[in-house]
T-cell receptor
Framework: DGGITQSPKYLFRKEGQNVTLSCEQN?????MYWYRQDPGQGLRLIYYSQIVNDFQKGDIAEGYSVSREKKESFPLTVTSAQKNPTAFYLC??????????FGQGTRLTVV | AQRVTQPEKLLSVFKGAPVELKCNYS??????LFWYVQYSRQRLQLLLR??SRESIKGFTADLNKGETSFHLKKPFAQEEDSAMYYC????????????????FGSGTQLTVLP
């Protein structure tokens, strides 16, 4: 089943801990994106990447980090510097100027 | 900076009535505009894009560069159209081959009443 997979579906983190969200795609897409979805605020871009070993900050990159060591993978780390990390996180991939495909999302809760 | 504005967070219409979801954008250049939809318990998915000029599920959207708008319209709403709708904008590839930013609006929750 081809597509884009995010794991885990639910994630709990203690305050002060870093946590990494996984995003894998087998669509051979070059571009990958991370968004944060909060009620009433829509999707806000955290980081995006066009090719391996290259990524750009989005609108709300503070407190987050990413890597793009492989074309298929674009993990997002939520660091302890992120003051309000509880949210729904969406990963997407696309071929340039074409449709973006989204994962099912990861709901992160800080406890 | 690129920006997408959807002024209505909630929109309710009756079945069979026309519906228009507003989208305005800010971008200094020629953007690519999209509408994405998220049905309950489903993934966010593409509804339509302006470059293809197609009608999907009876929805159309016209890019108006003068008004910097890309409103989504449907002449007769159906109950199954109830969903969250997002307008999105993508700029061209950077000159250094850097990634293209895909920016979304805050979304409009459409409810079609029976």
């Amino acid at each position: 089943d081809g597509g884009i997979t995010q794991s885990p579906k639910y994630l709990f983190r203690k305050e002060g801990q870093n946590v990494t969200l996984s995003c894998e795609q087998n669509l051979n897409h070059d571009a990958m994106y991370w968004y944060r979805q909060d009620p009433g605020q829509g999707l806000r871009l955290i980081y995006y990447s066009q090719i391996v070993n290259d990524f750009q900050k989005g609108d709300i990159a503070e407190g987050y980090s990413v890597s793009r060591e492989k074309k298929e993978s674009f993990p997002l780390t939520v660091t302890s510097a992120q003051k309000n990390p509880t949210a729904f996180y969406l990963c997407a991939s696309s071929i340039s100027q074409h449709e973006a495909f989204f994962g099912q999302g990861t709901r992160l809760t800080v406890v | 900076a690129q920006r997408v504005t959807q002024p209505e967070k909630l929109l309710s219409v009756f079945k069979g009535a026309p519906v228009e979801l507003k989208c305005n954008y800010s971008y200094s250049g020629s953007p690519e505009l999209f509408w994405y939809v998220q049905y309950s318990r489903q993934r966010l998915q593409l509804l339509l894009r302006h470059i293809s000029r197609e009608s999907i599920k009876g929805f159309t959207a016209d890019l108006n560069k003068g008004e910097t708008s890309f409103h989504l319209k449907k002449p007769f709403a159906q109950e199954e159209d109830s969903a969250m709708y997002y307008c999105a904008l993508s700029g061209p590839m950077g000159t250094s081959g850097s990634a293209r930013q895909l920016t979304f609006g805050s979304g409009t929750q459409l409810t079609v009443l029976p």
